[in-house]
């Protein structure tokens, strides 16, 4: 059987002439649950809830069946039978296993190990039906613990129609079919190098040690997609230990000493390699010091790997992709909600040079070698995506960048190399706008946040005129039909400001047509 998902479809669920509607609307979740119960008559439903919510009403929704609720809440209708609550689940198995084989599908929520458990007694038994499991990115016990140990021809993310905090869908029935994004023609990039190691680690770098970044790396290493991890050779066994082996084919280990990385112009390696430029930068700092003391000359580097990293995979394409995107190894730490988001940005597959857009520096300057020294960062360069000649072509051009200010005396971080690129390839480039906690979750739509670009780049880039009203007007229609779409809610007078903005700089670019 095939689920055909839509938002439409679950809002048309409708509880106004039902037992305590007050407990059910407006909770889209709920309504997920209820929708499921409506695709079968007759039938029993198992609900295992270790919380207070009524998770067991939402199934009852369809009266012909009958819900056999374990929880130690419950609320009573005609059709739910209360069930004794117990620890042990595998006691609750044993006890029910003659019903249990035969549920189409079930609902629990559980802890991360009774979760799991129940999983693993449903796979042994060769459970057929479906098993909807809530909250599965809300913790990083869950995600970890839980989640990431099903195998993913396994599971379903069903968080776009169900809890905010995450419903997913497990099922061993390969007849039984739910939405799942296709994104074989994808590779994932990221890396990780102890910079610990290097004599400029300052206190700020060894207050995260190796695992701390290994700890929060977890979800990017356990993504089902085509990865590519480049690591030093004392971190490639931590790797992959937490890497799954059943995701292996997907995935290719590069080990590399960080020291000798060096640039690709034209075909050909530079003659300098990374520990030249750690020395070109610290001499650099001495005239012009750094503002962030994690931004060592070796972390720069770190970062500045990434373009050189990016080429050579683009270059080999282990996986015949069309589409690259680099990834932090550590993207967890920007929130869960980037990792839900996740799938539908890059089922996006933006060909130009795609990055999350935080804040408007005029071109007058960053294009001075000397702006890096006085401001911010404008790009976040934690995730980017790009089809290969997109991507090869801006990582390039970054490198250049990094090159021409070093020469100059200058340079503080890789974000502040965008912007400049950007100014001078404006064609090479495709922006979405937010801040680092909504560097993927804004990707396609604003989701998050959606005052911030007003408040940041869109009053910036108004302020310096044209041309900087055309990007304006562009980041000003991005939000805007984020919000007629329903996909974020915005403050009245974030919304006032927003329509000054936007009808102001129509008006601009009309005049100048």
């Known amino acids: 059987m095939k689920y055909n998902l839509s938002r439409d479809t679950i809002e048309s669920i409708d509880y106004s002439e039902y037992e305590y509607p007050e407990m059910l609307a407006n909770k889209k979740h709920y309504k997920l649950l209820s929708y499921f119960s409506t695709l079968y008559k007759n039938v029993s439903i198992l609900s295992i809830d270790e919380s207070t919510e009524v998770s067991s009403l939402a199934l009852a929704y369809e009266k012909s069946n009958i819900v056999y609720s374990v929880s130690n809440n419950q609320y009573f209708v005609r059709n739910i039978h209360a069930c004794e609550y117990k620890e042990n689940v595998r006691d609750i198995f044993e006890e029910w296993k003659n019903l249990i084989m035969y549920l189409p599908f079930m609902f629990i929520h559980m802890s991360p190990e009774r979760s799991l458990e129940w999983i693993k007694l449903l796979q042994e038994n060769h459970y057929e039906g479906f098993i909807i499991c809530n909250h599965i990115w809300s913790t990083k016990e869950m ?70 970044y290994l700890n929060h790396a977890v979800s990017t290493l356990n993504l089902p997609h085509n990865l590519v991890i480049y690591c030093d050779q004392e971190s490639l066994e931590q790797i992959k230990s937490i890497r799954p082996k059943y995701l292996w084919d997907k995935t290719v280990f590069k080990v590399i000493d960080f ?52 080429k050579e995979v683009i270059e080999s394409n282990p996986f015949g992709s069309t589409h690259y995107a680099w990834i932090n190894f550590c ?24 990055t999350c857009y935080i804040d408007y520096i005029p071109p007058e300057h960053v294009l001075k070698p000397s702006f890096s020294q006085i401001s911010g960062c404008s790009m976040c360069s934690g995730f980017f995506t790009g089809n290969k000649e997109y991507m090869y072509k801006v990582c390039d051009l970054i490198e250049d960048k990094f090159l021409f200010f070093i020469k100059e005396g200058y340079g503080h971080a890789d974000e502040q190399l965008y912007s400049p690129v950007y100014f001078e390839n404006p064609d090479l480039f495709e922006h979405y706008y937010g801040d680092y906690q909504q560097m993927i979750i804004n990707y396609k739509y604003i989701y998050e946040a959606p005052d911030e670009p007003i408040t940041h780049f869109i009053r910036n880039s108004f302020e310096n005129q044209y041309p900087n009203h055309l990007k304006c007007y562009e980041a000003c229609l991005f939000v805007f039909r984020s919000w007629v779409l329903g996909k974020c809610e915005i403050s009245q007078n974030s919304i006032y400001h927003l329509f000054y903005f936007m009808n102001f700089c129509k008006k601009i670019l009309k005049i100048l047509e």
């Open 143 to 212: 995600r970890d613990g839980f989640w990431y140990k099903i195998e993913d021809y396994y599971r379903y993310d069903l968080t776009e129609f169900g809890h905010e905090n995450g419903t997913g869908v497990v099922t061993f029935n390969s007849r039984r079919l739910f939405p799942k994004y296709d994104l074989s023609n994808w590779t994932l990039v990221t890396a990780y190098f102890n910079l610990t190691k290097f004599f400029d680690a300052t206190k700020e770098i060894h207050a995260r040690d190796k695992n701390y």
């Open 259 to 310: 020291d000798s990385i060096r640039f690709k112009k034209n075909g050909n390696y530079l003659e300098d390699d990374f520990q030249y430029y750690r020395s070109k930068i610290l001499i650099n700092r001495i005239i012009h010091p750094s503002r962030d003391p994690r931004n060592t000359p070796s972390y720069y580097l770190f970062c500045m790997s990434r373009y050189t990293i990016l």
């Open 331 to 354: 993207i967890e730490r920007m929130g869960y909600k980037n990792l839900v988001h996740l799938d539908e940005a890059l089922d996006v597959h933006r060909d130009k040079f795609s």
